[in-house]
């Protein structure tokens, strides 16, 4: 329907995997930024968060790991304040990863201990050994 947000971003959303396709990704990061925008406008905590971690990938693959690391973050918030604690235990693991590469070791192992004390809060073993191992690593440097 014309004019429905969802409907708006879908298409941004379709625009920017042609630009990924196309290799053109400053500009599908710009659909990206720009259906964010509607998704956030609209409350659509689940699609926000798939646009950011399409953002977040392609940040990566362009060595900008600082952006990707903001877009997990802002992934981890929008889970958080919507109560999906699966969800912001693993962006809390990944924020850990972007933590080793761009701010240090010291900021990569606190990630990995707040991700170990949630995922053992939700009973999730593998997530909680995953973490470990990730907190292990960081723990070497």
Do not use: Y
């Not at 940040?59 to 929008?78: F, I, K, P, Q, V």
């Not at 693993?90 to 990863?97: D, I, Q, V």
């Amino acid at each position: 329907e014309a004019g429905d947000p969802s409907v708006e971003a879908l298409a941004l959303r379709l625009v920017a995997e042609v630009q990924v396709q196309s290799k053109c990704l400053p500009a599908a990061l710009s659909a990206l930024s720009d259906a964010k925008g509607v998704l956030q406008g609209c409350g659509d905590v689940r699609g926000c968060s798939q646009v950011l971690q399409l953002m977040g990938t392609i940040h990566e693959t362009l060595g900008d790991n600082r952006e990707s690391l903001r877009c997990t973050l802002e992934r981890r918030s929008a889970f958080k304040a919507a109560g999906w604690r699966d969800e912001e235990a693993a962006a809390l693991l990944h924020s850990a990863t972007l933590h080793g590469k761009c701010t240090g070791a010291h900021d990569a192992a606190k990630a990995a201990q707040d991700a170990i004390a949630l995922f053992k809060e939700l009973g999730d073993k593998s997530g909680e050994a995953s973490a470990m191992v990730a907190l292990a690593n960081f723990q070497r440097f």
